[in-house]
């Protein structure tokens, strides 16, 4: 069983920055694939950003593409993303999801661990 904790969600303006940081418990965490999914109010969830196992394959969403960063620390079983350049359109609750498997995987259905979420709010 794999447990997923968000954290550093916030308020921010437009044109602002946070990080959000998803700490996982159990052992497999550095072959397991790490992905960011968000879900606005009456919209559904959607992926945002995804990494390998070993951290060397990523995939972003075209909304988020050059502006957020994924990345992952496995001795600390977190994974981090960091977003830059918000936007109003980027409020939404971000989930963290994790599943077995090394390759990167950008739909819910590749998931089966999911964290409760941290709401994102970005002001225009």
């Known amino acids: 069983q794999v447990q997923l904790v968000e954290s550093g969600g916030g308020l921010v303006q437009a044109g602002g920055s946070l990080r959000l940081s998803c700490a996982a418990s159990?052992?497999?965490?550095?072959?397991?694939?790490m992905g960011w999914f968000r879900q606005a109010p009456g919209k559904e969830r959607e992926f945002v950003a995804a990494i390998s196992g070993g951290g060397g394959s990523t995939a972003y969403a075209d909304s988020v593409k050059g502006r957020f960063t994924i990345s992952r620390d496995n001795a600390k079983n977190t994974v981090y993303l960091q977003m830059n350049s918000l936007k109003a359109e980027d409020t939404a609750v971000y989930f963290c999801?994790?599943?077995?498997?090394?390759?990167?995987?950008?739909?819910?259905?590749?998931?089966?661990?999911w964290g409760q979420g941290t709401l994102v709010t970005v002001s225009s």
């Open positions: 999801a994790a599943s077995l498997g090394v390759v990167v995987a950008t739909t819910t259905f590749a998931y089966n661990y």
């Open positions: 159990g052992r497999t965490f550095s072959t397991s694939r």
